[in-house]
């Protein structure tokens, strides 16, 4: 639908303004929050950056979301995972829960560090933010399964995923595993530190259950050609 | 600031010379058991079990603190001073600077952790035998005792007591005995270990000044706004109970008087802790309360500030050196200014952002 209106589009304001709404109309621009895009001198801009810069003199910017900044901190694989986290819009206490686990991440390793010998001070890693991407990378699923309708029974067939898909069942089943299967009194940030550094080492639940995944896949290859696209 | 250049702490520094400013020297592994068993604020405790040292900065409210213990004279009576300063700039850190000097120049070290655990969410409140309109409260006064006789091991068994305490009909501690009988009497029978503290500090301050003895006192009280001020503790007709109908606090405030001689009182207002105080408060006059301020009045106030420029830097690269700063971004040129952006130079908050980056 968006591609046929784009001939028709004209820059127009509706009559109510819509503003923190992410259905836009297609003729907004997204927002540029990051710093050293406006650093670059006008010498040095390649020709679709310098086309870039006239259109968003001329087209409307959608409004950017409270939780993009241009922070150097910012991490969008991070802000994802808090929004995943969140219950009933609460952004504060999901925040609250992910710094607290990335301190308490940080302060397992440098405390591992500082009492691990000289040799062995460079293998730990202590960096929480490098642990929670290579734990999630190790969480990732390669091949995923869907359920395909043939003659009347339903089978599993293993389908190859997108990375957006790839990203959120890690996250979803990192979440799901800390919520239901651990101990009722340890809070969040404790369970999530620790399957994430289990993750990390490759060990704990979260990967178990992405080797499971992809047992399932590999028995059900018979069905692979069932899949039409 | 030369980069490489560990000046920033060693364990050479003692805590008391003026040109170490803004540098940390390291507090012996040794003395954290003795001398704080109950002070340090909590994120201290745990930095310092994370990275296997205690260090603490040489800030100049401390400098300052220190310099006047150690030109004041103890023949007369007692100086207070009071450290103030807005939420997270450090006063608590700065008392147990003081309190650590004190102890390694042998003075007797009174430390209060925080005023403000005697007048809210106390579980046991009891009659007081002594005095019939008072309240004591067992577990807090038996828990300071604990921490009390761990801190001041070598004095208890030196300084003996002058009066005859009777505690029931069969239980009295006789002239002469030393202190650390008393101590062990309060923390053993838990009814009485209020009015074991109340005489412990009544001893203290009898036997302070004296020159055949001579020991010095240092009472430092965090939270000291407490005092005065209302409790949220209820009596069993649900009347509330005002703070002068507590035992430990009408004796801790007798010691704050400055009617005896040969000690210091260190003190430090807090609104983290308090009762009934607006967030934004700060200043002694709207801390204290009237009644507070009169009785504190005359004292010396010592300004607690934010980081200043050098200081910043020097705390930037002690986390640094401690692999304590992570984010690859956080050691960059605009990292930096972020943090500084971020916590406004405020130690607290620093350190909170610190933490998770």
């Not at chain 1, 405390?111 to 001070?121: R, S």
């Not at chain 1, 869907?146 to 890690?170: C, E, H, M, N, W």
Request: hydrophobic content about 35%; proline content about 6%.
């Amino acid at each position: 639908m968006a591609a046929s209106l784009t001939g028709l589009l004209k820059p127009w304001t509706p009559r109510v303004l819509l503003v923190r709404w992410s259905r836009y109309n297609p003729y907004y621009l997204e927002p540029e929050p990051r710093k050293e895009v406006y650093h670059i001198p006008e010498t040095e801009l390649t020709p679709e950056q310098k086309e870039e810069r006239e259109l968003k003199s001329v087209r409307p910017i959608k409004a950017a979301t409270n939780s993009v900044t241009s922070s150097v901190f910012n991490d969008p694989v991070l802000s994802k995972f808090v929004n995943m986290m969140m219950k009933d819009g609460d952004k504060i206490i999901a925040k609250g829960i992910i710094t607290q686990t990335l301190e308490n991440m940080k302060r397992k390793q440098v405390e591992k560090y500082h009492k691990a010998p000289e040799g062995k001070k460079a293998e730990t890693e202590c960096n929480p933010y490098a642990i929670f991407h290579q734990a999630l990378e190790n969480c990732k699923p390669v091949i995923g399964l869907a359920s395909i309708q043939k003659g009347g029974k339903f089978y599993q067939v293993p389908i190859p995923l997108t990375d957006d898909r790839r990203r959120f069942l890690a996250m979803k089943w990192m979440i799901t595993e800390c919520r239901d299967n651990k101990h009722r009194r340890t809070l969040m940030y404790e369970k999530l530190s620790q399957e994430l550094l289990a993750a990390f080492s490759k060990e704990g639940n979260v990967v178990k259950r992405k080797h499971e995944l992809h047992k399932m896949a590999e028995s059900n290859r018979a069905y692979a050609h069932y899949r039409w696209w | 600031i030369l980069k490489g250049q560990r000046y920033i702490y060693s364990t050479r520094l003692s805590g008391d010379s003026e040109q170490h400013q803004g540098q940390y020297y390291t507090v012996p592994p040794s003395h954290f058991h003795t001398v704080f068993p109950h002070g340090l604020p909590p994120r201290y405790q745990q930095q310092v079990k994370t990275f296997n040292e205690g260090c603490v900065m040489v800030r100049q409210p401390a400098l300052e603190l220190i310099s006047h213990l150690k030109r004041a004279d103890y023949s007369k009576p007692t100086l207070r001073y009071l450290l103030y300063g807005v939420k997270g700039s450090g006063k608590t850190m700065s008392l147990c600077h003081t309190v650590h000097y004190c102890s390694t120049q042998g003075w007797l070290v009174l430390h209060i952790p925080d005023a403000h655990l005697w007048v809210k969410n106390c579980k046991e409140l009891l009659p007081s035998s002594y005095h019939a309109s008072r309240f004591d409260q067992p577990i807090q006064a038996s828990n300071w005792l604990r921490n009390f006789r761990t801190t001041n091991e070598n004095f208890l068994s030196k300084i003996k007591l002058r009066q005859r305490y009777v505690w029931t009909k069969r239980e009295s501690t006789e002239e002469g005995q030393p202190l650390g009988e008393l101590v062990d009497m309060g923390v053993s029978r838990v009814k009485s270990s209020s009015d074991v503290v109340g005489a412990v500090l009544k001893e203290l301050r009898l036997q302070a000044g004296g020159t055949e003895g001579g020991f010095r006192l240092a009472v430092a009280v965090d939270g000291v706004n407490g005092l005065w001020g209302r409790t949220t503790l209820k009596k069993e007709d649900k009347s509330p109970v005002a703070p002068e109908e507590l035992t430990l606090v009408h004796n801790l405030r007798k010691m704050i008087n400055n009617d005896w001689c040969g000690g210091a009182v260190i003190a430090t207002l807090s609104q983290t802790g308090s009762l009934y105080a607006p967030s934004s408060a700060y200043l002694p006059q709207e801390l204290l309360g009237e009644e507070g301020f009169d009785s504190m009045d005359p004292f010396i106030p010592v300004p607690v500030s934010l980081y200043s420029e050098k200081e910043f830097e020097s705390c930037y690269l002690y986390y640094l050196d401690r692999h304590w700063l992570q984010h690859p971004h956080s050691q960059t040129e605009e990292g930096k200014k972020e943090l500084i952006f971020l916590s406004n130079r405020n130690p607290s908050v620093l350190e909170r952002l610190c933490a998770f980056l």
